[in-house]
């Protein structure tokens, strides 16, 4: 392992400038050594534009991780993924001919629906809310991009996480007789189309594989364990879990919440566990930092240090990930939206 992580100082020394490193907070500590930065997706998002000069990004993440980037990023530059089957569970729930088939019915009439993306959704679908004047959104902004979008709409088509959807919804205080969950099944057919019409939310059916797992009774016992502990929560979790937290937020939230806490602090987590383990490791012995349960994302974890070093071996030759520009234009267009919104 020490031979492998020289190898990858070596090539990041040979490459200089021209290469930058990016991981997502839930990749593995051996990983987010080699990188230039660590961030949530709006963090990482964000520093495309910013690397004018860079021309192999390194997305260490998984795949619509690196499709964001490769939209954002300018024509010279090419962009790589370590491990290809990275996927998104919670991604692939919602596929973008069938996201396309649903908003071009729900504006079939006088209504204007907004579509908004969570990041964690492939560029095909960004895409698609691009065409239909949407945008995305993340964790730490979905309750400004939810109210962009409910600025622009008669309604929000919200999309594909409905957790998250109705935590900002409780945030934003949109009333329940006002949301809707939508039947997707037999592509569209079962649509209420009556009471989408009188939805002021509409939600897509998906979710996080991971925070998903995270249950009430995790927090009951870690109550009973910890009484005078602080719990925080992802927002992709059930809105039943982030109701009985302390508080709800982002990964770069999370951190925040961890680091500000006073010494001493027991402080329990639910979120994905290489987070919490970094966090566990950083702050002891002089704050303990505990997971609510230990849920791991499979896809996150199939990047590697090896995986990494195969990558920079073979940046010349590597495959990078490519977006055609019938869909890089319109999605990259609801992401700078969001860029625009939140600056």
Same mark, same amino acid.
């Given at each position: 392992?020490?031979?492998?992580?020289?190898?990858?100082?070596?090539?990041?020394?040979?490459?200089?400038?021209?290469?930058?490193?990016?991981?997502?907070?839930?990749? =593995?500590?051996?990983?987010?050594?080699?990188?230039?930065?660590?961030?949530?997706?709006?963090?990482?998002?964000?520093?495309?534009?910013?690397?004018?000069?860079?021309?192999?990004?390194?997305?260490?993440?998984?795949?619509?991780?690196? =499709?964001?980037?490769?939209?954002?990023?300018?024509?010279?530059?090419?962009?790589?993924?370590?491990?290809?089957?990275?996927?998104?569970?919670?991604?692939?729930?919602?596929?973008?001919?069938?996201?396309?088939?649903?908003?071009?019915?729900?504006?079939?009439?006088?209504?204007?629906?907004?579509?908004?993306?969570?990041?964690?959704?492939?560029?095909?679908?960004?895409?698609?809310?691009?065409?239909?004047?949407?945008?995305?959104?993340?964790?730490?902004?979905?309750?400004?991009?939810?109210?962009? $979008?409910?600025?622009?709409?008669? $309604?929000?088509?919200?999309?594909? @996480?409905? !957790?998250?959807?109705?935590?900002?919804?409780?945030?934003?205080?949109?009333?329940?007789?006002?949301?809707?969950?939508? !039947?997707?099944?037999?592509?569209?057919?079962?649509?209420?189309?009556?009471?989408?019409?009188?939805?002021?939310?509409?939600?897509?059916?998906?979710?996080?594989?991971?925070?998903?797992?995270?249950?009430?009774?995790? &927090?009951?016992?870690?109550?009973?364990?910890?009484?005078?502990?602080? &719990?925080?929560?992802?927002? =992709?979790?059930?809105? @039943?879990?982030?109701?009985?937290?302390?508080?709800?937020?982002?990964?770069?939230?999370?951190?925040?919440?961890?680091? %500000? $806490?006073?010494?001493?602090?027991?402080?329990?987590?639910?979120?994905?566990?290489?987070?919490?383990?970094?966090?566990?490791?950083?702050?002891?012995?002089? %704050?303990?930092?505990?997971?609510?349960?230990?849920?791991?994302?499979?896809?996150?974890? %199939?990047?590697?240090? =090896? %995986?990494?070093?195969?990558?920079?071996?073979?940046?010349?030759?590597?495959?990078?990930?490519?977006?055609?520009?019938?869909?890089?234009?319109?999605?990259?267009?609801?992401?700078?939206?969001?860029?625009?919104?939140?600056?």
């Amino acid at each position: 392992m020490q031979r492998i992580s020289q190898t990858i100082d070596g090539l990041r020394q040979k490459h200089g400038d021209s290469l930058l490193i990016l991981a997502h907070h839930y990749q =593995e500590d051996s990983v987010v050594a080699h990188a230039d930065m660590t961030g949530d997706s709006l963090e990482l998002a964000r520093q495309i534009p910013l690397a004018e000069n860079v021309q192999n990004i390194v997305f260490c993440g998984v795949h619509f991780m690196a =499709e964001s980037a490769a939209i954002l990023a300018t024509p010279e530059q090419r962009v790589f993924l370590p491990e290809a089957s990275a996927g998104c569970v919670m991604s692939n729930m919602a596929p973008a001919s069938l996201v396309e088939t649903m908003l071009t019915r729900l504006n079939s009439g006088k209504r204007r629906v907004i579509p908004l993306a969570y990041v964690n959704s492939s560029a095909a679908v960004k895409g698609v809310c691009g065409k239909f004047r949407g945008s995305v959104c993340t964790s730490a902004n979905s309750s400004t991009m939810l109210s962009w $979008a409910l600025d622009r709409g008669d $309604a929000v088509l919200f999309l594909p @996480d409905q !957790n998250l959807g109705l935590n900002t919804a409780n945030i934003l205080g949109i009333p329940q007789n006002e949301r809707l969950r939508l !039947n997707v099944r037999q592509k569209g057919a079962l649509v209420d189309v009556q009471a989408a019409e009188q939805a002021k939310l509409i939600l897509w059916p998906g979710c996080c594989a991971v925070h998903h797992l995270f249950k009430c009774a995790h &927090i009951n016992q870690m109550r009973k364990e910890h009484p005078d502990a602080q &719990i925080i929560v992802h927002p =992709e979790c059930t809105p @039943d879990v982030v109701e009985k937290a302390d508080a709800a937020g982002s990964t770069s939230a999370i951190i925040k919440f961890v680091e %500000k $806490a006073p010494m001493g602090s027991t402080i329990i987590v639910g979120t994905e566990i290489s987070l919490v383990d970094r966090l566990t490791e950083r702050y002891a012995p002089d %704050k303990k930092i505990l997971p609510l349960a230990r849920c791991q994302c499979s896809n996150m974890a %199939k990047t590697t240090e =090896e %995986k990494l070093l195969q990558t920079l071996n073979a940046l010349q030759a590597g495959r990078d990930i490519s977006v055609k520009d019938t869909v890089r234009t319109p999605a990259r267009l609801a992401l700078q939206r969001m860029l625009d919104a939140c600056n």
